[in-house]
Nanobody
């Protein structure tokens, strides 16, 4: 069974940091673009970041540039999202997702085939 499982969410004060993990089971992430998305209550889902299958290319939403860093460890079949300088507006459920593509780029608006169930991030002011 193909699965993505997020972890690392929680409650943090404004200005703090969290590292989210997205672990795959049932398939290898080697040939997949991974994206991180978030959705806050009453708001549309936002593509936060993505990383190419090789890890050589990344992309970020303007709202998180300079604060968030996406990375991947294919040997561990895991992708990470390091979130620094968190703001109350970063609070949301964060999801990771995957689509198969071995090219050099990634797209936050790609056709993602597999989704995790999400992890809650809460930022107190």
């Amino acid at each position: 069974q193909l699965q993505l499982v997020e972890s690392g969410g929680g409650l943090v004060q404004s200005g703090g940091s969290l590292r989210l993990s997205c672990a795959a089971s049932g398939f290898s992430l080697d040939y997949y673009v991974i994206g991180w998305f978030r959705q806050a209550p009453g708001k549309e889902r936002e593509g936060v970041s993505c990383i190419s299958s090789s890890g050589g290319s990344t992309n970020y939403a303007d709202s998180v540039k300079g604060r968030f860093t996406i990375s991947r460890d294919n040997a561990k079949n895991t992708v990470y999202l390091q979130m620094n300088s968190l703001k109350p507006e970063d609070a949301a459920v964060y999801f990771c997702a995957a689509y198969a593509y071995q090219g050099t780029r990634c797209s936050r608006s790609g056709d993602y085939d597999y989704w995790g169930q999400g992890t809650q991030v809460t930022v107190s002011s």
